[in-house]
């Protein structure tokens, strides 16, 4: 029997570590940060534990949004998912896990093609989120 991608890469307790360490990082960045103020922290390592888990065939069952639901309301560009890729690779590192290859297989659908596409989206009663690179 093959073993699965979740399985290669450690489990449900590797998932757990790389996504805390990812996102203490995350939270931390001056650009990547504010698309999760007031937003818990432990909440989305669990969603992001799931989906992924769910992704490389693990038991683990993702109960979230879609891609597209979730990021909706936040203008993500291709540079952005570039940022937050080094920052995925930083804490697979730290954590002694790599999977960088099926994370990648997901930006095509969030990447947003321009702000002014992404203002013209019907967002409801969202608030859009658009956070400009810091300086």
């Known amino acids: 029997?093959?073993?699965?991608?979740?399985?290669?890469?450690?489990?449900?307790?590797?998932?757990?570590?790389?996504?805390?360490?990812?996102?203490?990082?995350?939270?931390?960045?001056?650009?990547?940060g504010p698309f999760f103020e007031g937003h818990n922290q432990e909440a989305?390592?669990?969603?992001?534990?799931?989906?992924m888990g769910q992704k490389m065939g693990g038991p683990t069952a993702y109960t979230g949004?879609?891609?597209?639901?979730?990021?909706?309301?936040?203008?993500?560009?291709?540079?952005?998912?570039?940022v937050r890729q080094v920052l995925l690779k930083e804490a697979l590192e730290e954590v002694g896990a790599r999977?960088?290859?099926?994370?990648?297989?997901f930006w095509e659908q969030?990447?947003?093609d321009s702000p002014e596409s992404?203002?013209?989206?019907?967002?409801?009663?969202?608030?859009?989120?658009?956070i400009e690179k810091p300086k």
């Open 118 to 130: 992404f203002r013209q989206i019907d967002l409801k009663y969202e608030r859009p989120l658009i």
């Open 1 to 32: 029997m093959e073993q699965s991608l979740f399985d290669a890469v450690g489990g449900l307790s590797t998932l757990q570590k790389v996504h805390r360490t990812f996102y203490d990082k995350v939270y931390a960045h001056p650009w990547l």
């Open 110 to 112: 969030l990447i947003n």
């Open 44 to 51: 989305i390592e669990n969603r992001q534990t799931q989906f």
């Open 99 to 105: 999977w960088l290859t099926i994370d990648r297989a």
């Open 65 to 82: 949004k879609t891609l597209e639901l979730a990021h909706r309301r936040m203008y993500i560009t291709k540079e952005l998912l570039e």
